[in-house]
Antibody, heavy 120, light 112 residues
Framework: QITLKESGPTLVKPTETLTLSCTFSGFSLSTHEEAVGWIRQPPGKALEWLAVIYSDDDKGYNPSLESRLTIKRATSKNQVVLTMTNMDPVDTATYYC????????????WGQGTLVIVSS | DIVLTQSPDSLAVSLGERATIKCRSSQSVLYSINNKSYLAWYQQKPGQPPKLLIHWASTRESGVPDRFSGSGSGTDFTLSISSLQAEDVAVYFCQQYYSAPTFGGGTKVEIK
């Protein structure tokens, strides 16, 4: 059974750096063509893809947010970590991690998400 | 960025009736070499993460009821629910994976 779970702070202040962890089970990021991504969703709004990390440690970022994002993995812990710098109230959202399906960037398994509020 | 525009923003359909959702892409997501459109549909129920329903514009995921169908190619796509059930109340999103992923704005489906 494949599971993913996000963890991190619920509240961050403007200008701070957000660090989120995704702990997963049921698959290994060391397996060829596996990938884990992050997607966020502001309350009542649409989904926005943020970043992805692949089994070969290649990474991809949303071009509009790339300067603020870093994704990395801790393979031995089955974890993927996302950092986002210079947080702003518009970054308030539920942040999801998800495992991609097949060889393309579509996501067949999702965590339940973690709500991050940016407020002073 | 490829922009996906969904319509309508919301719709109310009677139980057992058909629901139709449109997704238009700002550029073609059809890859000519394999003749596949890199377009997926997700269903998101309140308080839940999205669930992948359809990929390649028309291929249902395993376990997805056959009342859900996807069609279209290139820039214009449709998700249809042939006979709406109460459990289909949700927001539906399209997503392209032809390039850096982007999602449509969502369509909320309710019971009339």
């Amino acid at each position: 059974q494949i599971t993913l779970k996000e963890s991190g702070p619920t509240l961050v202040k403007p200008t701070e750096t957000l660090t989120l962890s995704c702990t997963f089970s049921g698959f290994s990021l060391s397996t060829h063509e596996e990938a884990v991504g992050w997607i966020r969703q502001p309350p009542g709004k649409a989904l926005e893809w943020l970043a992805v990390i692949y089994s070969d440690d290649d990474k991809g970022y949303n071009p509009s947010l790339e300067s603020r994002l870093t994704i990395k993995r801790a393979t031995s812990k089955n974890q993927v970590v996302l950092t986002m710098t210079n947080m702003d109230p518009v970054d308030t959202a539920t942040y999801y991690c998800a495992r991609r399906t097949g060889s393309y960037l579509l996501f067949g398994h999702w965590g339940q998400g973690t709500l991050v509020i940016v407020s002073s | 960025d490829i922009v996906l525009t969904q319509s309508p923003d919301s719709l109310a359909v009677s139980l057992g009736e058909r629901a139709t959702i449109k997704c238009r892409s700002s550029q073609s997501v059809l890859y000519s070499i394999n003749n596949k459109s890199y377009l997926a549909w997700y269903q998101q129920k309140p308080g839940q993460p999205p669930k992948l329903l359809i990929h390649w514009a028309s291929t249902r995921e395993s376990g997805v009821p056959d009342r859900f169908s996807g069609s279209g190619s290139g820039t214009d796509f449709t998700l249809s629910i042939s006979s709406l059930q109460a459990e289909d109340v949700a927001v539906y999103f399209c997503q392209q994976y032809y390039s850096a992923p982007t999602f449509g704005g969502g369509t909320k489906v309710e019971i009339k």
